[in-house]
C-alpha cells in the first residue's frame, strides 16, 4: 500500500533487495556526514534553533508532544535531501503531524487490514483504509516534489545529499534497482522509521524528566559540572556524563517506543524450545515486556541508577534492545543516541523543567500505535538564567 504494490525500500522488505537497498543507503548517508562531525554540527544548529524558541516562550506552559518533529526532520533530511526547515514552517509541521497521525492509526500488527485485506473493498472509512491512503499519498507527493526538484538542477560531479547520490547511480550505472520509485519508498522508509521513534522518545524523557524533580537536580549537576554554563554541549561530553548516559538508557527502556520491533518472517521452518514456528510465520517482538518485565526488579520506576555500577561505570545490560538485534538492527542508532544526548544536555543547560501551576502529573500511559507515544501534556520551560 505504501510502496506501489511491490516490495521496496528497507523497512518492509526482504530477501536480495532488502540487503542491496540497506548497503546502498547506508553507504550514502555515510558519504553524506552521517554519523560524522557534520552530523554533530546538524544536530547542534537544531539544538541552538530549539532553545532559542523555548526562550521566546520560556515562562508559559507548552505542549510539548510535537516540539522536536521539525528538528529532528531537519537533521535527516540535510543528509537526505540537502535541506533545512524553519522550526514554525507549516507545510512540514503539516507534514509531520500527517506522519503522526499514520503511527497512531495503525499498530505494528497492521491491524485488521493486514490480516483481512478485503475489508478495504467493504468498509473503507470503518477499516481505516481511506485515512491510510490519505496519509500516504500526502507524504508521496511531497516527497515526488522534492526528487522532482533535485532532478531540475543535479550536477553529476557535484552530487548534494543522498537523493542526488540516488539520481546519478540510476543515469550511470542503469541498473534496473535504481527507480524513482524505489527512491520515493526509501526516503519515505527513513523519514517514517526516523521522526516518531527519536521524537516520541524524547517526549517521554522530558515526561520522566518533570515527573522526578531528583533525576532533574542530578542532571542539571552533571551538566554544569562537565559542560557549565556558556560552552555548547558536545557530543565528546558523552564519556564524561554518566549520569546523562544512564538518563537516555532509562527514557528507552521505560518507554520502549518501538514496542513491538518491526514485523520479522520466519524464512525457513525454526525451533524455538518447544515450538516449532513454521516458514512464513509473521513474528513481531516483544520489546516492550522485555524492557518492563521482572529482569528490571522495579520496571515501572524511572530510575537511571539501574545503569550505573557503584563504582560509577555505565552498565551495558543486554536485555536492553531498544534499536534491535542482528542483520535488521536500526540504521539510525547512532543518530538517535546523539540527538537524544544533545536534546537533553542542551535543554537543562538552560532550562529548569516544571508541570504548569495548577496541572496533575501527566500520565505515564502511552498512547498505542506504530511507535508509542505520550498523552498529550504541558510544561513550563523556565530560564536558568545562565544564557
Ligand atoms: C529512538 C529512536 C529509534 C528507535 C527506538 C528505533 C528502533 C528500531 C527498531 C526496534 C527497529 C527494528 C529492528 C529489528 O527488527 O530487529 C528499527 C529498524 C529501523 N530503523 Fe530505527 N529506531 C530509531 C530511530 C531511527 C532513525 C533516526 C532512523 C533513520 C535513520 C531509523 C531507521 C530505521 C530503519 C531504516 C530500520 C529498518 C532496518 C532494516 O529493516 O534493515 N530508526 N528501528
Known sequence: MRSFG??????????PSWSKTRRVVLKYLKSFGYN??????????????????????????????SMFNISIVNILWRLVAGKRYDLEDRKLKTLCDLIMRLFRAV?????????????????????????????????HDFLRETIQEHQQNIDVNNPRDVIDAFLIEKIECKDQFFTDEELQVVC?????????????????????????????????????????????????????MVYTEAVLLESL????????????MALDDARLGDYIIPKGTFILLAMFDLHNSPHWTDPDVFRPERFITKDGNLIQDDSLMPFGIGRRRCIGEGLARSEL?????????????????????????PNDGLSLSAKPFKIVFESRNNM
Open 6 to 15: 511491490k516490495k521496496l525500500g528497507i523497512v518492509f522488505n526482504d530477501g
Open 36 to 65: 560524522s562531525k557534520f552530523m554533530e554540527s546538524y544536530i547542534a544548529e537544531e539544538c541552538r534553533a530549539l532553545v532559542k524558541l523555548r526562550t521566546g516562550d520560556a515562562g508559559q506552559p507548552i505542549l510539548v508532544n
Open 107 to 139: 499498530d505494528m500488527s497492521g491491524g485488521i487490514l493486514n490480516f483481512m485485506p478485503f475489508v478495504r473493498h467493504i468498509l473503507p472509512g470503518l477499516s481505516g483504509y481511506t485515512e491510510l491512503t490519505s496519509i500516504h499519498k500526502a507524504l
Open 188 to 240: 519515505l522508509d527513513l523519514l517514517e522509521a526516523g521522526m516518531e521513534t527519536v521524537s516520541n522518545t524524547a517526549v517521554f524523557m522530558l515526561l520522566h524528566i518533570v515527573c522526578n524533580y531528583d533525576v532533574q537536580r542530578k542532571l542539571h549537576h552533571e551538566i554544569d559540572d562537565i559542560i557549565g554554563p556558556l560552552r555548547p554541549p558536545a557530543l565528546s561530553d558523552r564519556t564524561s
Open 253 to 264: 527502556r521505560i518507554s520502549s517506543v518501538a514496542a513491538m520491533g518491526i514485523p520479522h
Open 341 to 365: 544526548f544533545m536534546f537533553l544536555t542542551h535543554i537543562l543547560q538552560k532550562f529548569y523543567l516544571k508541570i504548569p501551576d495548577g496541572e496533575t502529573v501527566p500520565s505515564l500511559e
